[in-house]
């Protein structure tokens, strides 16, 4: 099965001191592609670049006009952030050093997984995962559907039948709001989300029977129980999908120990095995899969990034062993 890793150097974002006022690493795209050439002698090789970043075109098929107006507001820009310093800063310094970067990342998800479809491959894009986009606004430093777009491109482009099943594996941090709010009511498409439900967006509404695979831990979960609870509930999520034609998976490291935002107490080496875990999984099923690197808030972020790139690398077809956890 192919393997490619996507990414562009258009991804950083900064200028202005916007990489200042949010803990969110601007940089940390390129840092964790450094260390994967450092690491992969041939990472070069696995490389596809998006050639532009996405437009208002592409972006109306799942936002709003006037949504994608709004983003020449100051003020909508900080909302999405969640820093209202941001406001004093003009529209068209935020939209060319933090919305264009960020729509190169929306790019890269839609490249990847037209790649992934394509070519039957396991693919990651170093950005993207902006699981808190909504098609009429943005949400936690998310602006733009990427996922959701991507099936819905490839569903107009035949890639993608309606009825082929799409499954989301999202190991953020936070509960993927805005993914879940475009495919409600969807049958096509299956989510499986573990995720801190004491922070933002808090608990999934419904019986929890209802929705058996939306999995909820509590503030400070160690990776031992986090490890645990992946290896019970995902290959039953994976058992239960009826001939999946493509899998997304969103990556968070927002779930290391000491994230500012995160809440979960997962130490470095347990997110790297989580990842592996994941991978093995996804191999075993020999199915296409994109894999997005989502929140991450802290200083070793990008090292996580770059070790679940090498880790995609280097997985095999079979399943990871987890005995050590």
Request: charged share 20%.
């Amino acid at each position: 099965m192919k393997t490619k890793i996507v990414y562009s150097s258009h991804y950083d974002f900064g200028g202005w001191g916007i990489d200042k006022l949010h803990p969110f690493d601007g940089k940390k795209f390129s840092k964790a592609w450094g260390l994967v050439q450092a690491s992969v002698p041939d990472a070069q090789s696995y490389l596809i670049e998006p050639e532009s970043p996405a437009n208002d075109e592409l972006l109306r098929l799942v936002h709003s006009d006037d949504y994608l107006l709004s983003l020449d507001s100051s003020a909508v820009i900080a909302a999405v952030i969640e820093v209202a310093m941001a406001r004093f800063l003009p529209s068209t310094v935020l939209n060319k050093h933090l919305l264009t970067p960020i729509r190169w990342a929306t790019q890269g998800t839609l490249l990847a997984t037209r790649y992934a479809l394509a070519h039957h491959a396991m693919v990651m894009n170093l950005g993207g995962g902006f699981h808190h986009a909504f098609a009429d606004k943005g949400e936690g430093f998310c602006f733009f559907a990427d996922a959701a777009l991507a099936v819905t491109k490839m569903r107009i482009e035949g890639l993608l039948e309606a009825t082929d099943t799409v499954a989301m594996i999202d190991l953020d941090a936070h509960r993927g709001n805005g993914f879940e709010s475009f495919f409600k009511g969807d049958p096509a498409v299956a989510i499986f989300d573990m995720y801190n439900f004491q922070v933002y967006p808090g608990l999934h509404e419904g019986e929890v029977d209802e929705f058996p695979f939306m999995v909820p831990l509590k503030m400070g979960t160690t990776g031992v129980v986090y490890l645990n609870a992946l290896r019970d509930e995902l290959p039953v999520f994976l058992a239960s999908l009826k001939k999946p034609k493509i899998i997304f998976y969103n990556a968070g490291s927002d779930i290391l120990k000491d994230d500012p935002l995160g809440g979960l107490a997962v130490d470095f080496d347990a997110v790297v095995e989580r990842d592996r875990y994941v991978f093995g999984q996804l191999r075993s099923l020999d199915i296409p899969a994109v894999v997005m690197t989502s929140g991450g808030y802290s200083a070793d972020s990008y090292k996580l990034v770059a070790e679940c790139a090498k880790s995609l690398l280097s997985s095999t077809s079979h399943n990871e062993s987890m005995s050590d956890f």
